[in-house]
T-cell receptor
Framework: AQKITQTQPGMFVQEKEAVTLDCTYD???????LFWYKQPSSGEMIFLIY??????QNATEGRYSLNFQKARKSANLVISASQLGDSAMYFC????????????FGKGTRLHILP | DVKVTQSSRYLVKRTGEKVFLECVQD?????MFWYRQDPGLGLRLIYF???????EKGDIPEGYSVSREKKERFSLILESASTNQTSMYLC???????????FGPGTRLTVL
């Protein structure tokens, strides 16, 4: 069965520092997709970044990058030069082989950026 | 910009009431989703629809039903609300060819 694990329930980071949010996953399917979403206090989930299991390069989107280590089954989110507005809940998610009905989310990591 | 709207941000209902949560998207997306979010549990899929009148059960469909009569609208129905259905409900949509989902602002439902 698929599984997503986020081991950090909460993190405090100084503004302008880089942040790494951990995510490990488990699946027996060779084809899968990995996502990160941000949820500010307003409640809306915001898509950040996507990595396909066959993608050779690590995904990057502006200040966000996904450190994809397939052999270790990890998909950590790296935020460079953190900002106060990055304070939010962050969720890692996995989709099984293009199956939109088979998406599972981790329990989330609450990130606090300190001024 | 993609817009997914939900009928209410906050809703308070009594046990046994029938509850309708409405979700509307304006981008002609094929797929729509209803999730439930609880602290420490992340998001869990309740139902998924890949076309008008088509639906698939997610991980926790018990106590819920859905309706998709028009492509832009996906409704979640609690036939007889119970206190354990107090939660945040999130609707999402996505086009068939996309990876990411677009989420609405959520409805925080309290059942007394």
């Amino acid at each position: 069965a698929q599984k997503i694990t986020q081991t950090q329930p909460g993190m405090f980071v100084q503004e302008k520092e880089a942040v790494t949010l951990d995510c490990t996953y488990d699946t027996s399917d060779p084809s899968y997709g990995l996502f990160w979403y941000k949820q500010p206090s307003s409640g809306e989930m915001i898509f950040l970044i996507y990595q396909g299991s066959y993608d050779q390069q690590n995904a990057t989107e502006g200040r966000y990058s996904l450190n994809f280590q397939k052999a270790r089954k990890s998909a950590n989110l790296v935020i460079s030069a953190s900002q106060l507005g990055d304070s939010a809940m962050y969720f890692c998610a996995m989709r099984e082989a293009y199956r939109d009905d088979k998406i599972i989310f981790g329990k989330g990591t609450r990130l606090h950026i300190l001024p | 910009d993609v817009k997914v709207t939900q009928s209410s941000r906050y809703l308070v209902k009594r046990t046994g009431e029938k509850v309708f949560l409405e979700c509307v998207q304006d981008m002609d997306h094929e797929n729509m989703f209803w999730y439930r979010q609880d602290p420490g549990l992340g998001l869990r899929l309740i139902y998924f629809s890949y076309d008008v009148k088509m639906k698939e059960k997610g991980d926790i469909p018990e106590g819920y039903s859905v309706s998709r009569e028009k492509k832009e609208r996906f409704s979640l129905i609690l036939e007889s609300a119970s206190t354990n259905q107090t939660s945040m409900y999130l609707c999402a949509s996505k086009p068939e060819s996309y990876n990411e989902q677009f989420f609405g602002p959520g409805t925080r439902l309290t059942v007394l």
